[in-house]
Every structure is written in structure tokens, then in C-alpha cells.
């Protein structure tokens, strides 16, 4: 076999893995994503007691505004982060987006929260959510709670 006869089989292999693997790497993300938090939604309340829900499968932008100020929730790509805040210092919006059940970004100076809730789980019974969490959600002895103060 001549070399160039090797080098059109490898071409030719490659034409074929190529998409191959980018469709199996885009399965995998895909799959990860539903696998994370199915149904997952974004819990937002801020200080004046009023509270939104926002379903991660849908891109969104909330902005919440109180006599404390002002936040931007977005959500995208499966994810919930804040995207801008008027806030001293803004560390909320430096929090990395997030899409676990049992995640939470807080607002300290204006009282605003954002958690995620599995479907159904919906509401302020808050405490104990370690126990409800799906059999789906990543072991996490400590319960992935990731908060981060303002
Ligand atoms: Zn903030």
C-alpha cells in the first residue's frame, strides 16, 4: 500500500469521525444539561417578599427592583446567573451561573435570592431540600449549597 493510499483511508476516516465525535460531544452536553436538573427552575425572591419562578429551559431576563436597588436574573444555556446589579461591590453578578437543585446566589444589600428547585418543588419550604433532591442530582454529601455573600 503507498503512502498516499494511506493518507486518502485516513482522510476518509477522519471526513467520517469527525462529525461523529461533534455529534456525540453535543449529545453528551446535551444529556448533562437534562441530567443536571430536569424541570429545574430558578427561584428568585428579593426583599420586598415578592418571588418569580423561572423554568431553566426557557432564556429569560428578570429585573427586580426594590427600594434597596436594583438586579438582573438571566437565565441561559440551562443556567441562571445575575447579570447586573447596582449593589456595593456587584459580587452577585461575579457568581458563576448556576443550574444545580440546592445552588443559590444571594444579594445580601438588596435581599435578593436566587435558587434552584427541581420541578414541583416550587415554594418557600426551604430547610431540608437535601432530602427531597432527585435521585438524578450529582452525589454531593454536602449538598452543593454554593453561596456567596455579598
Ligand atoms: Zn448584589
Known amino acids: 500500500m503507498s503512502s498516499f493510499e494511506t493518507k486518502r483511508i485516513w482522510a476518509s476516516i477522519l471526513v467520517v469521525a469527525i462529525p461523529l ?30 418571588v418569580w419562578e423561572l ?6 431576563t428578570l429585573t427586580v427592583t426594590t427600594s ?20 456595593p461591590g456587584g459580587d452577585c453578578t461575579f457568581h458563576t451561573p448556576i443550574s444545580n437543585v440546592g445552588e443559590a446566589i444571594i ?10 428547585r427541581a420541578a414541583g418543588q416550587a415554594g418557600e419550604a426551604d430547610g431540608q431540600a437535601g432530602d427531597t433532591a432527585a435521585p438524578e442530582a450529582p452525589a454531593s454529601p454536602a449538598g452543593g449549597l454554593d453561596v456567596v455573600a455579598d
Open 68 to 87: 434597596l436597588g436594583s438586579n438582573t436574573v438571566e437565565v441561559a444555556q440551562g443556567k441562571v446567573m445575575v447579570a447586573h446589579a447596582d449593589c
Open 55 to 60: 423554568p431553566l429551559d426557557t432564556d429569560a
Open 21 to 50: 465525535v461533534l455529534a456525540l460531544g453535543a449529545q453528551a452536553l446535551i444529556g448533562m444539561q437534562a441530567n443536571a436538573a430536569p424541570g429545574a427552575m430558578a427561584l428568585v425572591t428579593d426583599g420586598e417578599g415578592r
Open 107 to 116: 444579594c445580601l444589600p438588596h435581599h435578593l435570592t436566587v435558587t434552584i
